[in-house]
């Protein structure tokens, strides 16, 4: 594994993906979810609003680093607080 | 009476494609990923340096020139191939031995290796010894793709036409196929134009074939790097310089991994946004059908 190049926060982030993944697996198998629309213009699964809150979570984190010198971390957190929004009411 | 069995079988018939696609993709994506967060010597030597290469990405000014050339040029594509190949497939014989000679002499631009198409149209494009260069000399255009950024831009973009155009052409002409004679008959009792057939039979009917045509073509321009390398080598200047190329420039021409590797990820994210929008927009125009 060492030709990878691992790092902690990069071990970390796809650890966190992992788990997200698996979670939601579990979620989906223990209570399927049904199509509805919430406030994004169209009609969404639970992993729709998935794929989308970590793609815009990514752009989110790209803006940050882009436009601002503000810490990574507070990204991080609004990204997360997204995510809820958006799993919730997406 | 016998009842469906529901299990979980199928998930083993895909494993194997799982393990392909991790070790050919999500394996050296995540190897990506690591390379991007620090300065990379050598294989032994590596420092964290965090965010540093994204924001340097994000703010270097031949990349913002890149992908929006990028973008020109994608959909500058798309906008031609997509009419044309439709128009192509509607001309197609549909029966007897001039639909296979058809077949054949429209896939013939596929069965050819991008750097070969790039070769052919660097020698075709040539006033002096290429048929196309000899063309416009003689209409009286002034017509040089190595000096001239615009011609440089219509050879690209003519060379793209003539090798993919025919895949666009080939997957409308499989999608006209499979449309059942019923829907023709139908029309002809109604005594439907040739645009009201082409309109509300065949186009709808054409619209799956149309997302894995417009996708394939999308991805394809983003990503594409051989045809202009070998064609323009991205000049003159930078004129025809794609993100693929500028990609490759920074990875192995100056082995900066790094800034490379976090150039990669943008990339990736921006392609991934935009097959994102596409692929909703034409399912919803479909649902909403």
Known sequence: ?90 | MQTKVENNKAWFLVMPVFLIVAFSAIIPLMTVVNYSVQDIFDPYTRYFVGTEWFKQVMLDSRLHEALLRQFIYSFTILIIEVPLGICVALMMPTKGRGASLALILVAIPLLIPWNVVGTIWQIFGRADIGLFGAFMSSIGVDYNYASDPTDAWLTVVLMDVWHWTPLVALLCYSGLRAIPEVYYQAARIDQASRWAVFRYIQLPKLTNVLIIGVLLRFMDSFMIYTEPFVLTGGGPGSSTTFLSQSLVQQAIGQFDLGPAAAFSLVYFLIILLVCWVFYTTIMNMQKDK
């Open chain 1, 1 to 90: 594994m060492a030709w990878m190049s691992w790092t902690l926060p990069t071990a970390l982030f796809f650890i966190g993906i992992a788990v997200i993944l698996v979670g939601m697996t579990t979620w989906q198998l223990i209570s399927p979810c049904v199509e509805r629309r919430g406030f994004l213009p169209l009609a969404t699964t639970r992993g729709d609003r998935l794929f989308i809150g970590l793609l815009s979570s990514a752009f989110i984190h790209l803006a940050f680093v882009a436009l601002t010198d503000v810490n990574i971390a507070v990204a991080t957190a609004l990204c997360a607080l997204w995510m809820i929004i958006l799993m919730r009411w997406g």
